[in-house]
């Protein structure tokens, strides 16, 4: 079978080399081409290379952490912490933000109670960034809610991350405020997950912990901390303020 398996993997990378060369030669104007010759070299370079691992992904995922992140395309977890397939279950969503438990639902809450229950992750992750649009839009919006926009009905999630920037940061400059506000919101929605009652039981119980990161592109710093639930006691969650522990920085 370990035989079989040796001739298949090497016939399959030779197709896969064959390809790779009729495609550098073709009069490439197809934008998709480009992403073609990286799933060729992946398939080639990973896959093939790692053939055993990924026929065992095929049949199982067991991931550690579950990671929320930012849709902006300049934000790609898997490329920056050099996440692997099999290593995380993610979600993406504007600003990064996880709405509390009470409120309808949605695909991020969907995607927190398969991982949470079903994968019985270890660890949650809320990653953050500079430039955010999504919390330039919430500060930059109306107090009033329009209910005319998807962006604005979705990023009021952050709201009270808006008011702690307005207040503590209203001396400084409006990107610094939005600088403070990504940070805040981070911590908002850590101190949302535990509004969901299985993930404030697991990390009750100390099978779950949370943590927040924040990723600065423009000068490639990345800031991980993690949530203190001791820290916390009785505090209520909806004042949006939480205690943290062990923060690092890696530049």
Not at 15 to 38: A, I, L, V
Not at 145 to 162: L, P
Not at 205 to 218: A, V
Not at 241 to 251: F, N
Request: aromatic share 8%; net charge negative.
């Amino acid at each position: 079978r370990a035989s079989r398996m040796a001739t298949e993997v090497t016939k399959q990378a030779e197709n896969t080399k064959e390809q790779m060369r009729e495609e550098e030669t073709s009069n490439g104007s197809n934008p998709f081409s480009e992403m073609k010759q990286r799933f060729l070299h992946f398939k080639r370079d990973k896959y093939l290379a790692n053939i055993e691992h990924f026929q065992s992904l095929a049949q199982n995922q067991a991931p550690k952490f579950m990671v929320i992140a930012c849709v902006d395309s300049r934000v790609c977890p898997s490329s920056i912490l050099g996440l692997q397939p099999g290593e995380a279950f993610m979600v993406r969503n504007v600003a990064n933000l996880v709405p509390p438990f009470e409120s309808g639902p949605s695909e991020t809450k969907a995607a927190l109670e398969f991982s949470v229950n079903t994968l019985q992750v270890e660890n949650i992750l809320i990653i953050g960034h500079s430039c955010c649009a999504g919390i330039e839009a919430l500060m930059s919006m109306p107090d009033e809610e329009d209910s005319r926009s998807f962006i604005r009905s979705w990023v009021i999630v952050g709201k009270n991350a808006k008011l702690s920037a307005k207040s503590v940061a209203s001396n400084l400059s409006f990107d610094l405020q939005c600088r403070h506000c990504e940070k805040e919101s981070i911590n908002g929605s850590l101190m949302n997950l535990l509004t969901y009652p299985w993930i404030k039981e697991r990390v009750a119980k100390g099978q779950l912990s949370l943590h927040g990161g924040y990723y600065d592109f423009t000068n490639c710093t990345f800031e991980k901390w993690t949530l203190d639930y001791e820290g916390i006691g009785s505090k209520d969650v909806n004042d949006n303020s939480c205690s943290i522990k062990d923060r690092e920085y890696w530049q």
